[in-house]
């Protein structure tokens, strides 16, 4: 079992940034790909960005392209998400995952709330 624990969210106007942490202990050797998820109120969980546990590889919603970066210090096993340029509608929980592959994500840490006010 790997377990997640979220940190960094918070309140901050539009245009500001934030960066986010998951702090990963347990298996991670059993890590191949972790990622981050949002939820707002009212509506379903989304994919926000995902990376390779090697970094190799990312991926990103096409909502937070160029505005986000996904990494990770594999050493201390944490995962990052700098947030840059936030806009109200990026207010949500933002939760994050870790799995064997990326669509399957096992682990989830228990959320973070970040509110952008206009």
């Known amino acids: 079992q790997v377990n997640l624990v979220e940190s960094g969210g918070g309140l901050v106007q539009a245009g500001g940034s934030l960066r986010l942490s998951c702090a990963a202990s347990?298996?991670?050797?059993?890590?191949?790909?972790m990622g981050w998820f949002r939820q707002a109120p009212g509506k379903e969980r989304d994919f926000v960005a995902s990376i390779g546990w090697s970094g190799l590889d990312t991926y990103y919603a096409n909502s937070v392209k160029g505005r986000f970066t996904i990494s990770r210090d594999r050493a201390k096993n944490m995962l990052y998400l700098q947030m840059n340029s936030l806009t109200p509608e990026d207010t949500a929980v933002y939760y994050c995952?870790?799995?064997?592959?990326?669509?399957?994500?096992?682990?989830w840490g228990q959320g973070t709330q970040v509110t952008v006010s206009s």
């Open positions: 995952a870790a799995g064997r592959k990326l669509g399957d994500f096992a682990s």
């Open positions: 347990g298996r991670t050797f059993s890590i191949n790909v």
